[in-house]
């Protein structure tokens, strides 16, 4: 990397200057964090021995909550094409948890799934480090694999391996026939199925796409590059992330006095749960009474039913109906859940109310 100093008192407030090379698609972002910086330096850089470390943030904007998310402008993080995926929930994730008063020491997703909650909260360093719970076998061999250091291996496997249907058939084939295959064999085989199979359905029964987009078939929702590249970058965050060896309860439990942690709750959806996932049966008044004992803050996502609108409201939290558009690009309603939602409410608008 090319470097040289120079003077600009004019333009830079903090002296002098130095010149590094960087990929020409990343200079303006790279320019806008430097100028944001130099006009609000303590802001967004802590001291660190001799230097300097940035905190970097991305641009809060404003929070709508009656427009469903371009999903689009959202990073996709998660290797996981996953039913019920929450990426659509992403801006309002972030604003939830920079309106708590303090940054919170652990973030816990005791319901994984795809992780992005839980990738977000790591990335963009909203929390001092970041907890992930699932029941899934296939899912949790996954983040174990990664989070254990064997990221680099499973991105090469992805890599090399050449899709056709032959190939999927024999390949999942070791993963239902009763026999045993490593855990990270189990993780490249997941992941596979996950990309293969109709709408990224794991569940007993879901078969493997058969058009897919612009008639592509099974290599529709394959992108091994891509696959590659997001577990990579997982793996250069390692040391904000683990995983935990038990079902979402027990890490409730163990972090449940604990007020420097915040849960986020996203259980499998109350009603079409049977259908999308293989683990998919939670106690949801059980769940309740866990949060309500809860120390730290928490947020939850669920699907907008009436029961569990009754159930929030028996147990003194608040509601709020927010608009998604599910893996079909229709518009519907998921509820967030919480003690305190008043957070929701930066775009000025009104505050719809759920149905009574």
Request: proline residues 5%.
């Amino acid at each position: 990397m090319a470097r040289s100093s120079t003077t600009y008192a004019p333009k830079w407030r903090s002296g002098k200057t130095r010149v590094i090379r960087v990929p020409e698609a990343l200079a303006d972002e790279v320019l806008k964090i430097a100028w944001e910086m130099d006009a609000k330096r303590g802001d967004r850089v802590r001291e660190s021995g001799a230097g300097y470390v940035l905190k970097s943030q991305p641009v809060v904007k404003s929070l709508n909550v009656d427009k469903p998310v371009n999903v689009a402008s959202v990073p996709q993080r998660s290797p996981f094409r996953y039913p019920g995926g929450k990426t659509w929930l992403v801006p309002a994730l972030r604003a939830w948890m920079r309106s708590l008063p303090h940054s919170p020491g652990l973030f816990i997703e005791p319901f994984a799934g795809g992780g992005i909650a839980s990738l977000t909260a790591a990335f963009e360093r909203l929390a001092g480090h970041v907890i992930i719970a699932e029941t899934d076998e296939g899912v949790a061999a996954v983040w174990k694999t990664i989070l254990n250091g064997q990221g680099e291996w499973l991105a090469k496997e992805i890599l090399d391996f050449e899709l056709t249907v032959p190939n999927v058939r024999e390949a999942l084939a070791e993963d239902g026939n009763g026999g045993t295959v490593s855990l990270r064999r189990k993780a490249f085989l997941t992941l596979l199925r996950n990309r293969v199979q109709r709408g990224g359905i794991m569940a007993p029964g879901a078969g493997l796409v058969k058009n897919g987009e612009n008639n592509r078939g099974i290599s529709s929702r394959w992108y091994p590059a891509t696959l590659a590249r997001r577990i990579r970058e997982i793996g250069m965050n390692l040391d904000r992330m683990s995983f935990f060896n038990g079902d979402g309860f027990a890490v409730i439990n163990e972090y449940a006095a604990d007020e420097s942690a915040v849960f986020y709750v996203d259980p499998p959806y109350m009603k079409a749960a049977r259908r999308l996932y293989r683990n998919w049966h939670v106690d949801h008044r059980k769940l309740f009474e866990k949060m309500a004992g809860v120390s730290g803050a928490f947020l939850m996502s669920y699907d907008n039913d009436r029961e569990i609108q009754d159930m929030a409201r028996k147990f003194g939290f608040q509601c709020r109906p927010v608009r998604m558009k599910n893996t079909h690009h229709a518009e519907m309603t998921e509820l967030l859940i919480s003690r305190d939602l008043d957070w929701l409410n930066l775009n000025g608008s009104a505050r719809p109310q759920v149905s009574t």
